[in-house]
């Protein structure tokens, strides 16, 4: 694919991941570069969810090579995986906030634990992470179960972009919103990514944020990578699973309208 | 390489100017704020500052908010700031902060601790007044369940309530025999011991059999069937709450009472006698085993000895309690795990209410059941 290891934030090589007998990721091979939006797709159960937690160290891999941010996994040192850890946010398909720590505190409980800061720094750039995210400040004393989806999903980002990483990965960031606040979500994740110059790996099933959001998007099929590009790329593919995908019935309506939309618009 | 200071100053006619150099991100964001903080205090009093960010290579929503912190220091005092040498790549994100933390929170007012204590006992008056109330309606739900049930056998889950009776009763046999007989043998080693001075050892069973025919043996089997049935059937149904299979049971115009708390209260009223029963044995065993290995005293004797020391009252005074304690072991535990609310702080919090209060509750049974036996003269 021809760029050097500084441009890419995630290179993935030949990996193999399974459980018993069942192989979900089948020598897949990714690379995600610095400061874009890939998009991953796939079936329910194909294992986008795996690849994730996989790169994210959750999942042991059987085989193959994961190097995030230039670093080797496999043989980083405790301190290049502690850098890792702080230069990667995680936004979990159900938010995974701490239900005894209230909204502020889940913002500023990664910043506790990397970070020795002043209370009043803490705390002001806690309230400027859930402020960037679009929350009201009178909902920073609340917890978690005080929450609804959208706003859950707002403070799991914040929560993520508490350490200004580098790389940010979304599992299913718009599943279970309603399409405005889905769309203000894709908005969001926009200005976030061009404000902070955010490297962005994004699962999602969401075509209208795969169209809005993503730059790249990759299709993972028969636990391979099956195609990889733009949306004009996606619509092209031949792959059988990717034709049904982008050119199915629901897709129709999605993707080619706001297409169009933003062609008028230029 | 030769780093630049992060942060430099120099008065150029009355105009404080500030350049700002290198790393201005998280890693360093310690060090920053100390340097922001001494110049703020150093330079309140200029006409006006002027922040040249030319220099700095890396920046964050930590550094940018510092930066942001060293403006709005003097601008609030109504100084003129300006910006220099602000790079494009770094504009948005300054942009950003700048309109963040605008609005202070509205403070909370200050309270007086002694007022919000009082304010507190009250509130725990109401909610234990509430407690109580709850328990009631816990009662009353299940009793009516239990008539439905009687007049409909065939609404009765009775697979379930055999499960249930499985778990809570057949499953528990090995642990509260096991910690029955241990205390039995206990006792024993105790009177012995202790009689032994005056003499009286004999008198070892009398006080084994009479302590765990009428007290020890109901009171502790309570005591554990609480902690590991009761809290068991608190965390299920507080977690089952908490997936929101309660409110799908409801909808389908289900009791939960009925389908989930009838056949578990049952089955542990029905497991719980039983359970007593075999601790009491299990605690007479050990006392003899005790009295004879401890003691010098030959089962034979021992055995000849209970049967004058107890009659059947006081097996009969210990059975009576078992199911009653069972059913406010049982009927705690499921209001508790009703009232699970979202997060897993309240499942924790309820399971750890719900051992405490049906083990409180049952003592006061207990004392209630003494009063009631001496009065009836058994």
């Known amino acids: 694919m021809g760029l050097s290891s500084e441009q890419l934030a995630i ?159 979304l599992d299913e960031p718009t599943s279970g919103l309603d399409p405005i606040a ?27 944020s795969l169209n809005v959001v993503c730059e790249r998007i990759a299709a993972l099929a028969d636990g391979k990578v099956a195609a990889e590009g733009s949306m004009a790329a996606m619509l092209a593919s031949e792959h059988p699973w990717v034709r049904a995908y982008f050119r199915g019935k629901r897709a129709r309506v999605l993707v080619r309208e706001p297409n169009s939309q933003q062609i008028e618009a230029r | 390489m030769d780093l630049p200071a992060p942060l430099r100053s120099a008065i150029v006619g009355g105009q404080v100017e ?33 922040i040249d960010i030319v220099g700095i290579r890396e920046l964050d929503t930590f550094g940018a908010y510092l930066l942001e912190r060293l403006a709005r220091s003097a601008s609030e ?13 770094y504009r948005g994100l300054l942009e950003e902060i700048r309109q963040v933390n605008r609005r202070q929170p509205a403070s909370r007012e200050k309270r007086n601790t002694f007022l919000s204590a009082i304010e507190r006992l009250g509130q725990r ?76 050892d ?12 009428r007290e020890i043996g109901v009171l502790l089997v309570a005591i554990m069937v609480a902690g590991r049935s009761g809290s068991s059937y608190t965390a299920e149904l507080g977690s089952m709450k908490m997936r929101e299979e309660i409110d799908a049971l409801r909808t389908m115009g289900l009791d939960p009472v009925e389908v989930l708390i009838l056949p578990r209260v049952l089955a542990l009223v029905l497991a719980m006698p039983v359970l007593t029963f075999l601790g009491s044995m299990a605690a007479l065993y050990g006392g003899g085993l005790v009295a004879w290995l401890y003691g010098g005293m030959s089962p034979e004797i021992f055995i000849a000895r209970l049967k004058e020391a107890i009659s059947i009252d006081h097996f009969k005074v210990g059975m009576i309690k078992a199911p009653f304690m069972a059913f406010v072991i049982g009927a705690v535990a499921c209001s508790e795990g009703l009232k699970v609310k979202g997060s897993a702080e309240s499942l924790g919090l309820q399971t750890t209410t719900s051992v405490v209060k049906s083990i409180f509750l049952v003592i006061v049974l207990d004392g209630m059941f003494a009063i009631f036996f001496a009065s009836i003269g058994l």
């Open chain 1, 11 to 169: 290179r993935v090589r030949d990996l193999v991941v399974g459980f018993g007998e069942q192989i979900v990721l089948d020598h897949l091979s990714l690379d995600v570069r610095r400061g874009e939006i890939l998009g991953l797709v796939g079936a329910s159960g194909g294992g986008k969810s795996v690849l994730l937690r996989t790169i994210i160290g959750l999942i042991p891999k059987r085989r193959g090579k994961i190097e995030v941010l230039g670093i080797d996994l496999d043989i980083a040192t405790e301190q290049e995986m502690h850098l890792i850890g702080r230069r990667c946010g995680i936004l979990f398909q159900q938010g995974a906030l701490f239900s005894a720590l209230t909204v502020l505190q889940n913002v500023q409980f990664p910043m506790r634990e990397y970070l020795t800061l002043s209370d009043r720094m803490r705390r002001d750039i806690a309230m400027a992470k859930l402020e960037m995210v679009g929350l009201n400040l009178d909902d920073a004393d609340k917890l978690p179960a005080q929450l609804s989806g959208g706003m859950t999903k707002r403070v799991a980002l914040a929560r993520a972009l508490a350490l200004d990483p580098e790389i940010v990965f």
């Open chain 1, 182 to 208: 889905a769309g203000d979500f894709d908005d969001l994740i926009r200005t976030l990514h061009q404000t902070l110059g955010l490297t962005v790996f994004m699962v999602t099933h969401d075509l209208h």
């Open chain 2, 18 to 50: 500030l350049t700002a150099a290198g790393s201005w991100t998280a890693a360093h964001a310690a060090q920053l704020e100390l340097l922001v903080d001494a110049a703020v205090r150093e330079f309140s009093t200029a006409h006006s500052m002027l």
């Open chain 2, 77 to 89: 005092r109504g100084r003129e700031v300006r910006w220099a040498g602000v790079p494009d790549r």
């Open chain 2, 125 to 200: 008056a109401i909610e234990l007044g509430d407690d109580l109330v709850g328990l009631i309606a816990m009662f009353g739900a299940i009793g009516q369940a239990a008539v439905r049930a009687l007049a409909h056998p065939r609404t009765f889950r009775f697979t379930s309530a055999v499960h249930q009776l499985d778990r809570v009763g057949w499953q528990a046999v090995p642990i509260v025999v096991l910690i029955t007989f241990l205390i039995g043998a206990i006792i024993a080693q105790q009177g012995i011991f202790h009689f032994r001075k005056f003499g009286a």
């Open chain 2, 202 to 213: 004999d008198y070892v069973v009398d006080l084994v059999g009479i302590l765990v025919l």
